[in-house]
């Protein structure tokens, strides 16, 4: 099994933070790990998504399980059997008025997990914490912004 989790408190509102991770259009904008995503909020519905993995380019559809309106957003992949799951969690915590706790939450698992984390981890590791970080900041930034036009 292959767990990675990134916690990070970012100064905004949970409305925004929830903008933010559900803005798919607008991925390509902040988001270098996925810089382009489509879904519904709607667990069933698919999520496509172009994920760059190193030097790789990859689409991949996977399917919405779970939405919690301003506070978790759910996807798994289509399961190989016994062989090979994962699930995919933004979880989101207001904190304050202007503070949320934002988590990032990849899950690899099965069989073939051992063979397929090792094979990819190093790469999942740095895209998850990138995509975490570039989250933050682009949440802070749009909270600046709707405190500056007040």
């Given at each position: 099994?292959?767990?990675?989790?990134?916690?990070?408190?970012?100064?905004?509102?949970?409305?925004?933070?929830?903008?933010?991770?559900?803005?798919?259009?607008d991925?390509?904008?902040?988001?270098?790990?996925?810089?382009?995503?489509?879904?519904?909020?709607?667990?069933?519905?698919?999520?496509?998504?172009?994920?760059?993995?190193?030097?790789?380019?990859?689409?991949?559809?996977?399917?919405?399980?779970?939405?919690?309106?301003?506070?978790?957003f759910?996807?798994?992949?289509?399961?190989?059997?016994?062989?090979?799951?994962s699930?995919?969690?933004?979880?989101?915590?207001?904190t304050?008025?202007?503070?949320?706790?934002?988590?990032?939450?990849?899950?690899?698992?099965?069989?073939?997990?051992?063979?397929?984390?090792?094979?990819?981890?190093?790469?999942?590791?740095?895209?998850?914490?990138?995509?975490?970080?570039?989250?933050?900041?682009?949440?802070?930034?749009?909270?600046?912004?709707?405190?500056?036009?007040?």
């Amino acid at each position: 099994m292959l767990k990675l989790v990134y916690d990070h408190h970012i100064t905004a509102p949970v409305d925004v933070v929830w903008e933010v991770v559900t803005g798919f259009s607008d991925y390509g904008e902040w988001n270098s790990f996925t810089p382009a995503c489509d879904a519904e909020l709607q667990p069933g519905a698919p999520i496509t998504m172009t994920v760059k993995l190193g030097r790789r380019v990859i689409r991949q559809t996977e399917s919405v399980s779970e939405v919690v309106p301003k506070s978790l957003f759910e996807y798994r992949m289509k399961p190989l059997g016994p062989f090979l799951r994962s699930y995919r969690q933004h979880r989101i915590t207001a904190t304050g008025p202007n503070d949320t706790q934002y988590q990032s939450v990849f899950v690899l698992y099965g069989w073939l997990s051992p063979i397929v984390g090792a094979l990819m981890a190093k790469d999942l590791r740095a895209g998850f914490e990138r995509m975490s970080r570039e989250l933050k900041k682009r949440a802070e930034s749009v909270a600046t912004k709707l405190v500056q036009s007040d």
